[in-house]
């Protein structure tokens, strides 16, 4: 993955608030640990998260995608009081180190995690969400807003990650993943019950409202 990144960008992170010293010790053992580190939320893609979950104070938060747990702690900064981030994954290894670094913060009892195949949980949920995160495989991103959508409360949120893919989504010819995001940023923008707008943060950042 390739960063959207210059002199511009290094200034605006410099003069944005740290991350806790949890977060930064996740993110410095995924960099020297995983050789898929760029899946992790970056230091400023995640005090980005943050902030907007702090905005939107959700009591309910639907995490697609877990990965090592960085976004989800991120996301539950911005919780309310009995607030809680339903994070769902299909890796075990990495599930069972999300679930380690999650229990040693103050977010343990508002994350819950769940293993399995996203398309199967998320029509056994019934809580009504505030604020979902999408960032798992890319085939499924419009498959996953259409199975989330009803359960958003009007006014609520729908983020999706890595949609500018390194910038292959303005390639003619393009592979199943830059395709399937493509096809999703699209229809995203052609949803007349959304308004929507395109953050050229780090991947890409896909922010919605649900305006009915």
């Not at 996740?26 to 580190?37: G, I, N, P, V």
């Not at 303005?170 to 707008?197: C, I, M, P, W, Y």
Request: hydrophobic fraction near 40%; aromatic fraction near 10%.
């Amino acid at each position: 993955m390739i960063e959207i990144k210059n002199e511009l960008t290094e200034y605006a992170e410099a003069l944005t608030s740290g991350e806790s010293a949890i977060l930064q010790e996740l993110r410095e053992h995924c960099y020297k640990h995983y050789e898929d580190s760029s899946m992790l939320s970056g230091f400023f893609q995640g005090r980005v998260l943050a902030m907007l979950s702090k905005m939107i104070r959700p009591k309910y938060v639907l995490e697609i995608g877990t990965y090592l747990g960085y976004s989800a702690l991120c996301l539950a900064e911005g919780l309310i009081e009995d607030g809680k981030v339903i994070t769902l994954d299909v890796q075990e290894d990495t599930n069972a180190v999300a679930r380690s670094f999650v229990e040693r913060t103050d977010y343990k009892d508002k994350i819950e995690f769940h293993l399995g195949d996203a398309l199967q949980i998320i029509p056994e949920l019934t809580e009504t969400f505030d604020l979902v995160f999408i960032d798992a495989d890319k085939p499924n991103y419009s498959n996953y807003y259409d199975l989330v959508f009803d359960k958003i409360r009007p006014g609520g949120f729908i983020i999706a990650d890595n949609v500018l893919w390194s910038g292959r989504v303005l390639e003619s010819e393009q592979d199943e993943n830059t395709k399937a995001l493509h096809d999703f940023n699209q229809k995203v923008l052609a949803d007349g019950r959304v308004a929507n707008v395109l953050l050229p943060i780090r991947d890409g950042l896909m922010v919605a409202i649900k305006e009915i």
